[in-house]
């Protein structure tokens, strides 16, 4: 079975920029989160999608959105990039209804200029 | 609100020594725990898990926990370390409550392996 497969791996960006990140789940799971990890702050929880429909939320803001597809792929986006958001940003899915663990992808390492 | 609290950001073991990280949670109801390890460029991997039943779980590589309900912890161990054990451990709890799936991750402890 493959795994959770995150695209693209590494990308540069300016700042002011928008920057859209995909995640594939592995099949048959519906459930799809976002983490981002920095080393200040560890792995912060940005939003779970579950059936297209955002379920929770952390504390981030508007600039970061995402949103879930029918095959359960998700994207997410962050608007007006700022120093701040460069970090590794894990995608995690799991079957939501069982105990939840999370099959995380290998991340996307997004760095802003 | 449920919390992780893993204590030291960075532990130093010789090769061949117990390894202990330790973890504590702090959750109103009886909660599922999970360790992850995460290797430098790659995701998180789970290392093992606690749901209900048996307190002591074992996992991959030798690493085993064991679930302290009035110690509110779940303490991660490996009798004896190998080189391939540097990396780094979360511990992390998840709460299901009104339909919401929450997971919360402990800030990370890094193994050291000495030769």
């Known amino acids: 079975k493959a795994g959770v497969t995150q695209t693209p791996r590494y990308l540069i960006k300016t700042r002011g920029q928008q920057v859209t990140l995909s995640c594939s789940p592995i099949?048959?799971?519906?459930?799809v989160s976002w983490y981002q990890q920095t080393p200040g702050q560890g792995l912060q929880f940005l939003f779970e999608?579950?059936?297209?429909?955002?379920?929770n939320k952390g504390n981030f803001p508007g600039r970061f959105s995402g949103r879930q597809f029918s095959n359960s792929r998700s994207e997410m986006n962050v608007s007006t990039l700022e120093l701040g958001d460069s970090a590794l940003y894990l995608c995690?899915?799991?079957?939501?209804?069982?105990?939840?663990?999370?099959?995380f992808g290998e991340g996307s390492r997004l760095t802003v200029l | 609100a449920q919390s992780v609290t893993q204590l030291g950001s960075h532990v130093s073991v010789s090769e061949g020594a117990l390894v202990l990280l330790r973890c504590n949670y702090s959750?109103?109801?009886?909660?599922?725990l999970f360790w992850y390890v995460q290797y430098p460029n790659q995701g998180l991997q789970l290392l093992l898990k606690?749901?209900?039943?048996?307190?002591l779980v074992k996992g991959i590589n030798g690493f085993e926990a064991e679930f302290k309900k009035s110690e509110t912890s779940f303490h991660l161990t490996k009798p004896s370390a190998h080189m391939s054990d540097a990396a780094e451990y979360f511990c992390?709890?998840?709460?299901?409550?009104?339909?919401?799936?929450?997971?919360?991750f402990g800030t990370g402890t890094k193994l050291q392996v000495i030769p």
């Open positions: 992390a709890v998840r709460k299901d409550s009104g339909g919401y799936q929450k997971v919360t």
């Open positions: 099949s048959g799971h519906r459930s």
């Open positions: 999608y579950f059936s297209e429909t955002q379920r």
């Open positions: 606690y749901t209900t039943g048996a307190t």
């Open positions: 959750s109103s109801v009886p909660p599922y």
């Open positions: 995690a899915s799991s079957f939501r209804g069982d105990t939840g663990e999370l099959f």
